[in-house]
Nanobody, 116 residues
Framework: QVQLVESGGGLVQAGASLRLSCAAS????????MGWFRQAPGKEREFVAA????????TYADSVKGRFTISRDNTKNTVSLQMNSLKLEDTAMYYC?????????WGQGTQVTVSS
């Protein structure tokens, strides 16, 4: 079983940066696709960014493209999300997800709040 713990969230002003981290334990996730999702109050959870383990290919939601960067460190079993130029609409709970075939694991989330 994989356990995921996110960290790095907080309250920041618009235009600031944050770096989220997701630490995996219980299993080596170097061969898992890893990604970040977010959920704002009253809205459905949405895709933010993902990184494929096989070739390192990354994908981003249009709303964060050019501002967010997903990376992983297989030696530390972690995946990170660097978020720059934060906007009010980035306010949400951010969740880490890892997937290998039909096996999907989610973290508990870390809150990001962007104020004006």
């Amino acid at each position: 079983q994989v356990q995921l713990v996110e960290s790095g969230g907080g309250l920041v002003q618009a235009g600031a940066s944050l770096r989220l981290s997701c630490a995996a334990s219980g299993r080596n996730v170097s061969r898992y696709d890893m990604g970040w999702f977010r959920q704002a109050p009253g809205k459905e959870r949405e895709f933010v960014a993902a990184r494929r383990w096989s070739d390192g290919m990354t994908t981003y939601a249009d709303s964060v493209k050019g501002r967010f960067t997903i990376s992983r460190d297989n030696t530390k079993n972690t995946v990170s999300l660097q978020m720059n130029s934060l906007k009010l609409e980035d306010t949400a709970m951010y969740y880490c997800r890892v997937q290998a075939a039909i096996f999907i694991h989610w973290g508990q989330g870390t809150q990001v709040t962007v104020s004006s």
